[in-house]
């Protein structure tokens, strides 16, 4: 079965300064990755996907991820965080078809000033 | 075009009563998920509707069922609700050609069991 660990509940940083999000996920081939972004009493929405190809993935608001197989880990980063980018990230795992995607249980972001 | 649209936005039930949610999903999309997500707990799987079929189902007592109309909107439907079931409901849609590479969330339902 495949499952998502996040190991960080919270996280602050300072905005400016770069961030990581760890992830780390349990399946047996390479499955499908993603990252999603969940403001406050909103859905979520993709940042970025990896599947095959360039490890590095660049996504939306100028986050990326990198898919480390030995590792199988896939953490999001972003050189430089701004105020905006507060809000609670997961990530998830699927391996293909019908089948269903399974989240992390998050990492809430706070940006201080 | 308007995204995945969920009604209602909030929802307060008293313990024992039934719910009904909605779904309506992306122009374009023809398969809808939904996940509960729980406070401080990611999105859960609780099932998919393809052609009106439940298609997977994640671990969910029978109390939730759902329903999935010719235009490809979506019901979620929880009966004798318990505390427990306090959660923001998500929909979700795809397309059948991408599966679920590509899943468009909308705003989420918040329901409050008392």
């Known amino acids: 079965a495949q499952s998502v660990t996040q190991p960080d509940i919270h996280i602050t940083v300072s905005e400016g300064a770069s961030l990581e999000l760890r992830c780390n996920y349990s399946?047996?081939?390479?499955?499908?990755l993603f990252w999603y972004v969940q403001s406050p009493g909103q859905g979520l929405q993709l940042l970025l996907k990896?599947?095959?190809?360039?490890?590095l993935v660049q996504g939306i608001k100028g986050f990326e991820a990198e898919f480390k197989r030995s590792q199988s880990s896939f953490n999001l980063r972003k050189p430089s965080v701004h105020w905006s980018d507060a809000a609670e990230y997961f990530c998830?795992?699927?391996?293909?078809?019908?089948?269903?995607?399974?989240f992390g249980t998050g990492t809430k972001l706070q940006v201080i000033p | 075009d308007a995204g995945v649209t969920q009604s209602p936005t909030h929802l307060i039930k008293t313990r024992g009563q039934q719910v009904t949610l909605r779904c309506s999903p992306k122009s374009g999309h023809d398969t809808v998920s939904w996940y509960q997500q729980a406070l401080g707990q990611g999105p859960q799987f609780i099932f998919q509707?393809?052609?009106?079929?439940?298609?997977q189902r994640g671990n969910f007592p029978d109390r939730f069922s759902g329903h999935q109309f010719p235009n490809y909107s979506s019901e979620l439907n929880v009966n004798a609700l318990l505390l427990g079931d306090s959660a923001l409901y998500l929909c979700?849609?795809?397309?059948?050609?991408?599966?679920?590479?590509?899943?468009?969330f909308g705003s989420g339902t918040q329901l409050s069991v008392l």
């Open positions: 979700a849609s795809s397309y059948l050609g991408t599966g679920n590479e590509k899943l468009f």
């Open positions: 399946y047996g081939a390479t499955p499908y």
């Open positions: 509707y393809y052609e009106e079929e439940e298609r």
């Open positions: 990896y599947f095959s190809g360039d490890t």
């Open positions: 998830a795992v699927y391996s293909g078809g019908y089948q269903k995607v399974t």
